[in-house]
């Protein structure tokens, strides 16, 4: 999967930064095109030379070392590379790309790359347990950057434990293994609904549930990963979409919701309701604030139309997944809507478990199929979560 790929390998400063030689050598003769680019800090453990000699490329630091005066240097390399790899990478890179920080030539150029980026963490065992570094991580983590655990092992300030970058050969074999899956859905189109909805009383009220969009806003940035065109219908939430390639359309009632996703469902191959839509909403609203008055209130709610039975009914060739987030007999209940909404797999998870609630950064799912085949996928993030789901949809889809 690498043959003629442009692989851009960024060596920051720790010890580790011997091993780049290797890896540099093992991606060549994988066929790949590379370039180094060295901070300060590395230089003073390998010489730039040795790079230069492994990968038959000029090394870049410097970002005032203009090569060729037709082109700014980082911005050209930052568009060139097929794939990005920093291998060592240190706590100080890890928090200047986590923090949007670009002091140098490396860190300028991560920033201005659209090409994918798998990090491999070298350091200290207690700096890879610091809590910052950890919370930069997960960062990193939820805008799409891949991660390379790094081993355990006797490390060079002497510690044993976490923290040894791993070998370059698993290096490789991580990333070749990613790059094929990058490919799992291309040419499939893809429909996901996100988020709650807001059915409103008044200009200054209305009814809403806890759903945070995570879920669902997980699955359309690795679908996007994958290869697929990804539509993301949104209800009303905070969270930003960092992947150019999908195409958001934000919407607010269920009524809305219900409208934008029958306008694309047509189109699509696979449609994922993840959102969280309101089963009822307030009969009468009003367009002035609704003032207080003595003694009780008594709002009268309706029902608001059934998207995923709506779908379902209509539904031809387009692979349909559910989700069911139930607080006791999930199982049941997941089944039961699998079946009456005519759907081709359920996801079901129950939301008080603790780590797999609205709002959390874990979820912990059952996805279970049209023949009753089930998946438990244990507690993760939900990135990880929504990646294992759209494998099984494409395994799904493959048995059919």
């Given at each position: ?99 949007g920080i670009a002091d ?135 969270i930003e979409t960092t ?158």
């Amino acid at each position: 999967m690498l043959n003629q790929k442009n692989i851009l390998l960024g060596v920051s400063g720790g010890i580790a930064a011997y091993k780049a030689c290797a890896l540099t050598s093992k991606l060549t003769q994988a066929g790949a095109n590379v370039r180094i680019m060295m901070t300060e800090n590395a230089t003073e453990f390998v010489a730039p030379l040795t790079f230069q000699s492994l990968s038959r490329n000029p090394v870049y630091i410097d970002t005032f070392d203009e090569k060729d005066p037709k082109k700014i240097a980082h911005i050209d390399v930052a568009d060139w590379a097929d794939i990005v790899i920093i291998a060592p990478a240190t706590a100080n890179m890890i928090g200047k790309l986590a923090n949007g920080i670009a002091d140098d030539m490396l860190s300028t150029t991560l920033l201005a790359t659209m090409a994918t980026v798998y990090i491999a963490p070298a350091m200290n065992v207690h700096m890879y347990a610091h809590p910052a570094v950890v919370r930069n991580m997960k960062q990193l983590d939820a805008w799409g950057y891949h991660f390379i655990e790094p081993g355990a092992g006797y490390l060079a300030c002497g510690y044993v434990g976490k923290g040894r970058l791993e070998e370059p050969e698993s290096i490789i074999k991580v990333i070749d293994n990613h790059q094929s899956e990058d490919k799992l859905l291309s040419g499939k189109k893809v429909l996901i609904s996100a988020g709650p909805t807001q059915e409103k009383i008044d200009p200054i009220r209305y009814f809403t549930n806890r759903s945070s969009g995570k879920m669902g806003f997980a699955l359309a940035e690795a679908a996007a990963q994958f290869g697929a065109d990804v539509t993301l219908v949104a209800g009303p939430t905070a969270i930003e979409t960092t992947n150019p390639l999908i195409d958001r359309v934000d919407v607010t009632a269920a009524e809305d919701m219900y409208v934008a996703m029958h306008d694309h469902f047509q189109a699509n191959d696979i449609v994922i309701k993840a959102a969280a839509v309101a089963d009822y909403r307030p009969k009468i609203t009003y367009d002035e604030k609704v003032k207080k008055q003595a003694g009780e209130l008594q709002v009268e709610m309706e029902r608001t139309k059934d998207i995923l039975q709506s779908l379902g009914e209509i539904k031809k060739n387009q692979f349909l997944v559910g989700f069911a987030a139930e607080t006791s007999n999930p199982l049941d209940y997941g089944l039961a809507k699998l079946e009456k909404k005519h759907l081709d797999a359920i996801i079901i998870n129950n939301v008080s478990t603790e780590g797999a609630g609205f709002g959390e950064d874990t979820n912990i799912v059952t996805y279970v199929n049209q023949a009753r085949k089930q998946k438990e996928l244990p507690k993760a993030t939900k990135r990880e979560i929504a990646e294992s789901i759209l494998k099984l949809i494409d395994r799904d889809m493959k048995d059919d």
